[in-house]
């Protein structure tokens, strides 16, 4: 299988979320290209990849742009094929349960919209 997995990063966390999928799913035997969505793929790397996983951060409640940007120029490629997405919310960690669980229900609005 050829995966490719893009992503967008602030600092630095969701790089190596993104670098250690691709480790366990190269060990699985998967192909993985790795792009960071600052120099976005182009439609050819989309269009060759059997899925498309792409990974990104939340700050101050909105998505990276780069990534954001990425998928908006390729929708037309990236809306037909198999596809999964991660989100990092650093958040998420906070001891306090109800602002955590307020962080994340913030979190699922903003990813249904």
């Given at each position: 299988m050829r995966i490719l997995l893009c992503y967008a990063t602030r600092e630095g966390q969701t790089a190596?979320?993104?670098e250690r999928l691709t480790d366990h799913l190269r060990a699985d035997g998967a192909e993985v290209r790795l792009v960071?969505?600052?120099e976005p793929p182009d439609?050819?790397?989309l269009a060759q990849a059997d899925l498309l996983v792409f990974g990104t951060s939340m700050h101050a409640g909105g998505?990276?742009?780069e990534l954001v940007n990425c998928i908006n120029a390729q929708r037309?490629?990236?809306q037909h094929k198999p596809r999964?997405?991660?989100l990092v919310l650093l958040s998420a960690a906070t001891r306090d349960a109800a602002l955590?669980?307020?962080w994340l229900a913030d979190a699922r609005a903003k990813m249904d919209s």
């Open positions: 190596k979320i993104a960071n969505a600052a439609a050819t790397a998505l990276e742009a037309d490629i990236i999964a997405f991660f955590r669980e307020k």
